[in-house]
């Protein structure tokens, strides 16, 4: 055997079982999920947290594998909890962060400039200062928003109109803010061609007691949640409210409905969630957060429970009924 072929086939040979071993190798991902307001103890057993993992999964990514999950809530205490909590990503070299809340993010990038963070949720993180532009973000933050079309909220309240048509006075669960910015003027405007009145049951970030305290004193013929999350929080409390006081309810999000609430019409979150499991994956190949575009809603739906509407004594016509993705019954 010539020489030179021989040292060839001993050096391919010597190197075959650590190079073997290289190709096997994977390196473990930490992506962090953190929410803003519910208990970090349940946060795995939300159909949000499920549907970004299975979408992780779709392109690859098997716990425990290649992946490693950080699950962490801020619990409402988003300004006290923020600063340890990105400490402690950065000392655990998190690769990303996806956030529920653009406020969360907005809450972040006071602690970091580089690490990525991706919105799977977000208002309008232009208003709201965390982005440039939709079509270039120019930062550490990109993502999804839910502002599709502030026809969302008129919408919500035309369904309620058509399921009630003799009510007159109804009330919007919303902070001040939300109020004041597109939805909440898309809303008051829809109300006036309606012949309706519209007003403001305002609650803090974090506190909802004087909001009750006002639907208790003063009730309104209807209600209408913001899609701010610290009312998913306290969801028990509207449902309590709207059983005992027989006053139907719209809701941003399919949960809400599923959880016991009347009619929801919005943004499907799971399917947002599972989006954002592709950015998570891009930015882990390579992909800058600053020229990821802010994605829009596609998924939208309305979902009923007519369990709930027997309940409050209400019947929801045919006509409303049909125009639903879903009908828990």
Same mark, same amino acid.
Request: charge should be neutral; glycine fraction near 6%.
């Given at each position: 055997?010539?020489?030179?072929?021989?040292?060839?086939?001993?050096?391919?040979?010597?190197?075959?079982?650590?190079?073997?071993?290289?190709?096997?190798?994977?390196?473990?991902?930490?992506?962090?999920?953190?929410?803003?307001?519910?208990?970090?103890?349940?946060?795995?057993?939300?159909?949000?947290?499920?549907?970004?993992?299975?979408?992780?999964?779709?392109?690859?990514?098997?716990?425990?594998?290649?992946?490693?999950?950080?699950?962490?809530?801020?619990?409402?205490?988003?300004?006290?909890?923020?600063?340890?909590?990105?400490?402690?990503?950065?000392?655990?070299?998190?690769?990303?962060?996806?956030?529920?809340?653009?406020?969360?993010?907005?809450?972040?990038?006071?602690?970091?400039?580089?690490?990525?963070?991706?919105?799977?949720?977000?208002?309008?993180?232009?208003?709201?200062?965390?982005?440039?532009?939709?079509?270039?973000?120019?930062?550490?933050?990109?993502?999804?928003?839910?502002?599709?079309?502030?026809?969302?909220? &008129?919408?919500?309240?035309? =369904?309620?109109?058509?399921?009630?048509?003799?009510?007159?006075? /109804?009330?919007? @669960?919303? *902070?001040? #803010?939300?109020?004041?910015?597109?939805?909440?003027?898309?809303?008051?405007?829809?109300?006036?061609?309606?012949?309706?009145?519209?007003?403001?049951?305002?609650?803090?970030?974090?506190?909802?007691?004087?909001?009750?305290?006002?639907?208790?004193?003063?009730?309104?013929?209807?209600?209408?949640?913001?899609?701010?999350?610290?009312?998913?929080?306290?969801?028990?409390?509207?449902?309590?409210?709207?059983?005992?006081?027989?006053?139907?309810?719209?809701?941003?999000?399919?949960?809400?409905?599923?959880?016991?609430?009347?009619?929801?019409?919005?943004?499907?979150?799971?399917?947002?969630?599972?989006?954002?499991?592709?950015?998570?994956?891009?930015?882990?190949?390579? &992909?800058?957060?600053?020229? =990821?575009?802010?994605?829009?809603?596609?998924?939208?739906?309305? /979902?009923?429970? @007519?369990? *709930?509407? #027997?309940?409050?004594?209400?019947?929801?016509?045919?006509?409303?009924?049909?125009?639903?993705?879903?009908?828990?019954?």
């Amino acid at each position: 055997m010539d020489r030179r072929c021989f040292i060839a086939l001993v050096g391919t040979a010597a190197v075959l079982p650590y190079g073997g071993y290289a190709q096997s190798a994977k390196k473990l991902y930490r992506v962090a999920l953190v929410g803003a307001n519910g208990p970090q103890a349940s946060m795995r057993e939300l159909s949000i947290t499920k549907a970004f993992m299975e979408g992780m999964r779709d392109l690859g990514y098997v716990e425990g594998e290649n992946i490693e999950y950080v699950l962490r809530s801020t619990e409402g205490k988003m300004v006290a909890r923020t600063p340890p909590m990105m400490a402690e990503f950065n000392a655990m070299s998190v690769d990303v962060i996806v956030v529920a809340a653009g406020a969360l993010a907005k809450e972040m990038m006071r602690h970091t400039s580089t690490m990525p963070i991706v919105m799977a949720v977000s208002p309008d993180p232009v208003a709201d200062g965390i982005v440039s532009s939709l079509a270039r973000p120019g930062g550490n933050v990109t993502g999804f928003s839910l502002q599709a079309a502030p026809e969302i909220e &008129a919408k919500r309240l035309q =369904l309620l109109k058509e399921s009630a048509p003799t009510m007159v006075r /109804v009330g919007y @669960l919303a *902070t001040k #803010k939300e109020w004041a910015d597109i939805d909440g003027t898309s809303l008051q405007i829809a109300a006036q061609k309606l012949g309706m009145t519209v007003y403001l049951v305002e609650h803090s970030l974090t506190n909802h007691t004087e909001a009750f305290k006002s639907l208790e004193s003063d009730p309104p013929d209807a209600l209408i949640v913001s899609n701010w999350t610290s009312n998913w929080v306290r969801r028990q409390s509207i449902f309590d409210f709207a059983l005992q006081r027989r006053v139907p309810v719209t809701y941003p999000w399919r949960e809400y409905v599923e959880a016991g609430g009347l009619i929801s019409y919005g943004v499907n979150l799971s399917d947002q969630y599972r989006r954002t499991a592709d950015y998570v994956d891009k930015i882990i190949k390579g &992909a800058n957060p600053a020229e =990821l575009p802010i994605q829009l809603p596609t998924k939208f739906e309305l /979902v009923i429970n @007519l369990k *709930t509407a #027997k309940a409050i004594g209400l019947q929801i016509p045919a006509h409303v009924l049909a125009q639903a993705d879903e009908v828990i019954e």
